[in-house]
């Protein structure tokens, strides 16, 4: 039986206050929401409770530009209407608007991600989380979608200095745009995203058809889904597409984003998994008893969010939560059943994933997949040293000489020459 | 044509490509496809014939031609060549009508100076084509020259050959989709995808400098990665992708038709379904920097691995406290005389709280906790608390909601964090308590910030999204409405 897994969990007190402003749907607050619940359900007794350190800018250069950096490190909101063409620039100010300590937030959510690899790279944990982590959109050069820095890409750098391969799963409603651009054309990060695609939903990539380019073709997945998709579609597509992926792939480590605006109910998500669907990939993802980094991502929902992250601490630590939530400062937050289970809403939402639709885009992926399982050009088994030896040196034959037809026909090698057995096959030879 | 192993993104410059600078979103319109083809169709021959004359536009008066254009540039085709480019001015030296009943005029003076000035260019198209063929027939022929790497293209103007060529095909395959008979289906379905890229904001990608002028909200990142979609979709990516078998492109296309897949980009290469179709620009801009894998040499920084803040150190694990199991729920049943009241939920959270705080020692304070709950409500006078629901009542019935602004004015000696805290921690809470005790079944958590129809208010705001913002969300509105 395997020895228990060692969790490192990363919180810091400072982010629950961090605030984007008022009618803006990402509220860190929730994070502390999520915090709560897991002390009330005294699961920080099972696990290693962290406070990170904040990251450098020379760290978040690691991926970021550096005048990107050095300008998120120095704006304000008081300044900002000074520096307009930069604003657009780095695109901020409309979905990612410019706030008090924004940058303080990043250097908090990113330092997470950053030590939990570290602290997964030193094998000082199986499993580290960092639920601020997880803001998949960013780009090198401009922040998108409410994220500034990557903290994922970054996380992924670090673990790429142990681990040959990394495999990233995103199951946010969104395409993990940012970190799949940023490891589009290599092979050693192999990014898998599902999410919701078409009608112009954000950000409007993530099509199956995307699969990566130069050396990195075929090292990109996207599983691009409809309105509704329900725990039962959702997880076994999830299961069939991970197994396969971990299976052709075989990576040293596993970054998992689990942003939660794929639960039924979220403001601005449009799936209809439940908590125990979307725990489910949580607890798949666990079993390859691999390396693995967890973070937080989309959520909009904010008591949903800290349900379905409480409960996924749970899983992460095989403890299943019973619903009935304890006593905690934020119970208020969650009537009226105070319960771990997603109120029921007012709208049901129609599964617009067909089955043929699912099984075609399965297809498809298993069809990308093909093409990587015996051709990796980062090595996944060990050269076999009985290679072909010629016993003529090619080198030293001329090629512009035709050698007459018997000479070629000695050349020819049969397939059973080399043999393994003590006797030769030549006794069968009709010209022996 | 040349087959380009990178595969990055083209960037044209429409100033200095004096030949066909075609701008893409110009012509296109949701509802105004019909029209445009059927001027088209009327006139336009086959695309590819090469040995047919013909025009594109029948020129007339000003009032005559219904064309839609959106950012005062057209294309117009003045081909009388084999190849049917298009030419067109950047810089538009027509005037145009912005309006919206779909004009496009052309003024007939203008229009004469442009045909004068096509005419010169049409031996260097000959010139071009004779190029083109000789590669045709013989691709490694010494002398032909080689192509850069794509994400040098822009840097060239149309005085080389390949750079006219790539231009020609950009606008023969633009244009073979106005004149596709095959459908209308097609196209609306192609259509009804590249809405993305023809956005009236987005605009062509052609256009980065007159963009950056005006005040628009996307960024030229933004509409180069669209504009570069759609060529993208047709450019020929690589001899690995011809490789590729034609059965999983009819599955894909065979899929697209069945379900009704809502297409995208991509789908345009169903007219080219072995072409890799790629949006993601590539770029020192854009990739990460990934060493190549040599072992584990590089060693992995143990300074900062985080600060344990807990379990506690040995030295503060003094007090034994009676624990309770890990997982353990909420328990149905207490000692309280009225179940599930306001007096009994307090007290509940109240001995928690004090548990907590004697369990977790110095963690209690390094996570914040005793800045939230019922301490912060304390930390405020009646009269401070008062004052600020006051203020939240006034404003909740605002559509613009700011009532920070009010605040901040009314609470100068608190500093921004206090005022936060105080919001989350304190207000809201106290709302959701009402809104639990009254309606139970009708709760919106964060309905305080009068949110519900977020996309219907963010799309107000800004036209110009679509999904280059996160807020939009077409499908929330649709339910929005449903309730």
Redesign the interface.
């Known amino acids: 039986m395997r020895p228990k897994d060692r969790i490192?969990y990363?919180?810091d007190?400072?982010v629950?206050?961090v605030?984007f402003g008022?009618?803006h749907?990402m509220?860190p607050?929730r994070l502390?929401m999520t915090?709560?619940l897991v002390?009330?359900?005294?699961?920080?007794?099972?696990m290693?409770?962290?406070?990170?350190?904040k990251a450098y800018p020379v760290e978040l250069a690691q991926?970021h530009?550096p005048d990107y950096v050095e300008f998120l490190h120095r704006i304000t909101p008081d300044t900002q209407h000074l520096f307009s063409n930069e604003l657009?620039?780095y695109?901020l100010g409309?979905?990612c608007p410019v706030f008090?300590n924004l940058f303080e937030f990043c250097q908090i959510y990113a330092?997470?991600t950053?030590?939990?690899?570290?602290?997964l790279?030193?094998q000082?944990c199986d499993i580290a989380i960092n639920w601020a982590g997880g803001l998949h959109?960013a780009?090198?050069?401009?922040a998108?979608?409410?994220c500034y820095i990557n903290d994922l890409?970054l996380g992924?750098?670090?673990l790429?200095?142990?681990h040959?391969r990394v495999l990233y799963i995103d199951i946010d409603v969104?395409h993990g745009d940012g970190v799949?651009?940023?490891?589009?054309?290599?092979d050693?990060?192999m990014t898998v995203s599902f999410h919701k695609?078409?009608?112009?939903?954000?950000?409007?990539?993530g099509?199956v058809?995307?699969?990566g380019?130069?050396e990195g073709?075929f090292y990109a997945i996207n599983v691009p889904l409809?309105?509704g998709i329900d725990d039962t579609s959702f997880t076994r597509l999830f299961k069939a597409i991970i197994a396969k992926v971990v299976e052709t792939y075989q990576p040293g480590a596993i970054v998992l984003q689990c942003g939660a605006d794929s639960l039924a109910g979220d403001?601005?998500?449009?799936f209809n998994l439940s908590i125990d669907g979307h725990s489910e990939c949580v607890r798949f993802v666990k079993k390859f008893n691999l390396p693995l980094l967890v973070t937080g991502g989309g959520g909009?929902?904010?008591?949903n969010v800290a349900r379905c992250w409480a409960v996924e601490t749970?899983v992460l630590l095989d403890?299943?939560?019973?619903?009935?939530?304890?006593?905690?400062?934020?119970?208020?937050?969650f009537?009226?059943d105070?319960s771990l289970k997603i109120?029921r809403g007012?709208?049901i939402?129609e599964n617009l994933n067909?089955k043929?639709?699912l099984s075609?885009i399965k297809?498809?992926v298993f069809?990308n997949l093909r093409n990587i399982q015996h051709a990796p050009s980062?090595q996944m088994q060990e050269v076999p040293p009985d290679f072909y030896i010629p016993d003529f040196d090619e080198d030293e034959q001329n090629p512009d000489e035709r050698m007459d037809q018997h000479t070629q026909d000695k050349q020819i090698q049969r397939d059973d020459e080399y043999y393994d057995g003590d006797n030769d096959n030549d006794q069968n030879m009709d010209d022996a | 044509m040349m087959c380009v192993e990178d595969e990055g993104y083209m960037h044209m410059d429409s100033k200095e490509s004096e030949f066909a600078s075609v701008t893409r979103g110009k012509l296109h319109d949701n509802g105004d496809f019909n029209s445009r083809s059927d001027l088209l169709g009327s006139t336009g021959g086959k695309q590819r014939d090469g040995t047919k004359k013909r025009k594109h536009y029948e020129i007339v008066d000003r009032d005559s031609i219904n064309l839609d254009q959106k950012k005062n540039k057209r294309t117009v085709s003045l081909a009388d060549d084999e190849t049917g480019c298009v030419v067109a001015k950047s810089g538009s030296q027509t005037s145009f009508n912005d309006d919206d009943d779909n004009v496009i005029t052309l003024d007939k003076k203008v229009f004469n100076e442009e045909v004068s000035h096509f005419k010169r260019e049409q031996s260097s198209f000959l010139g071009m084509l004779k190029w083109l063929t000789k590669i045709a027939k013989d691709p490694l022929a010494s002398g032909l020259g080689t192509l850069p790497e794509k994400s040098k293209w822009k840097s060239y103007g149309s005085e080389v050959l390949w750079k006219q060529v790539l231009l020609a095909r950009e606008t023969m395959f633009h244009r073979r989709d106005d004149v596709n008979d095959m459908g209308t289906v097609t196209w609306q379905r192609n259509q009804k995808t590249d809405l993305r890229i023809y956005d009236d904001n987005i605009g062509s990608s052609y256009n980065l400098r007159e963009r950056s002028k005006s005040n628009q909200k996307a960024s030229p990142r933004e509409q180069l990665k669209q504009g570069q979609a759609f060529s993208e979709s047709f450019s020929l990516s690589g001899q690995s992708n011809l490789d590729k078998s034609p059965s999983t492109c009819m599955a894909r296309m065979g899929d697209n038709s069945d379900e009704g897949v809502t297409p995208n980009s991509s789908t345009v290469d169903s007219l080219f379904p072995d072409y890799n179709c790629q949006k993601v620009p590539l770029g020192s801009q854009y990739q990460a920097v990934v060493p190549v894998w040599k072992g584990i040499s590089s060693e992995s920084d143990s300074k900062w691995l985080g600060t344990k803040v807990w379990p506690l150190n040995e030295a503060e694990k003094r007090t034994i406290i009676e624990r309770d199991p890990i997982g353990k729920g909420r328990q149905d049943s207490c000692g309280c005389s009225v179940l599930g009241s306001t007096e009994c939920v307090r007290f509940h959270i109240a001995e928690k709280r004090l548990k907590l705080k004697i369990e977790l020692g110095s963690a209690f304070y390094r996570w914040k906790l005793h800045k939230m709950g019922e301490e912060v409500r304390l930390s405020w006078t009646e009269e401070e608390r008062n004052k600020f629901a006051t203020i939240m009542k006034m404003n909740s019935l605002s559509q613009d909601k700011c009532f920070w602004d009010q605040i901040f004015r009314v609470f100068p000696r608190k500093s921004r964090e206090e005022l936060v805290s105080y919001y989350f921690n304190v207000f809201l809470l106290q709302r959701r308590g009402c809104q639990n005790r009254v309606s139970p079944s009708d709760i919106n958590s964060d309905d305080d910030e009068a949110e519900t129809n977020l996309a219907v208010k963010w799309g107000g705001r800004h036209e110009t999204k679509s999904t280059s913002s996160i807020f939009y969300s077409p499908t929330k509105s649709q339910g929005n409405s449903k309730k």
């Open positions: 490192s990363f919180y007190g400072d629950g206050s605030y008022p009618n749907p509220k607050h502390c915090h709560h002390l009330s359900y005294e699961l920080h007794n099972k290693e409770v962290y406070r990170p350190h991926f530009s657009a620039k695109n409309e979905d008090e330092g997470g950053i030590d939990a690899a570290r602290r790279n030193n000082l959109h780009k090198k050069c401009e998108s979608g409410f890409v992924i750098l670090e790429l200095k142990y040959a969104h799949e651009e940023a490891f589009y054309f290599t050693r990060v695609f078409g009608d112009m939903f954000f950000p409007g990539t099509d058809k995307e699969i380019g130069k073709k409809k309105d403001r601005l998500g449009c909009y929902t904010k008591e749970g403890t299943e939560l019973p619903n009935e939530i304890p006593e905690n400062e934020y119970i208020k937050y009537a009226p105070y109120p007012n709208i939402l067909s043929s639709y075609a297809m498809q069809e980062v």
